[in-house]
C-alpha cells in the first residue's frame, strides 16, 4: 500500500480534466505503490497517468501542477 502524503501519478486524460468530478473522496488511487490522482473518479476508466515527481494533494487542488503537465506535448504526457 502507498506509503507517505505525495501522489506520484496523476491522469491527464482530456475528458477527465474537462468532465466535473462524481465525489471528491474517489480521486485517489494507487498504482505501483505510490498514490495516484485523478481528478475527475479515480475508479474511472480511460485514465492517463503521468508520473510526477511527487506533489501534495494541496498542489494539486490548486490546480498548478495540472497547469504545468498541460503544457506538455502529448508525446511526453502519454508515457
Not at 468530478?21 to 480521486?27: I, L, R
Not at 495516484?36 to 485514465?47: L, T
Amino acid at each position: 500500500m502507498a506509503k507517505g502524503g505525495l501522489i506520484h501519478f496523476i491522469c491527464i486524460a482530456d475528458a477527465h480534466a474537462t468532465r466535473e468530478s462524481k465525489s471528491s473522496s474517489d480521486t485517489l488511487t494507487v498504482i505501483s505503490n505510490q498514490w495516484a490522482y485523478c481528478a475527475f473518479d479515480a475508479r474511472a476508466e480511460g485514465h492517463q497517468w503521468q508520473e510526477s515527481e511527487g506533489v501534495t494533494f494541496e498542489e494539486l487542488s490548486s490546480g498548478l501542477t495540472r497547469g504545468r503537465l498541460s503544457k506538455l506535448s502529448a508525446e511526453d504526457r502519454s508515457r
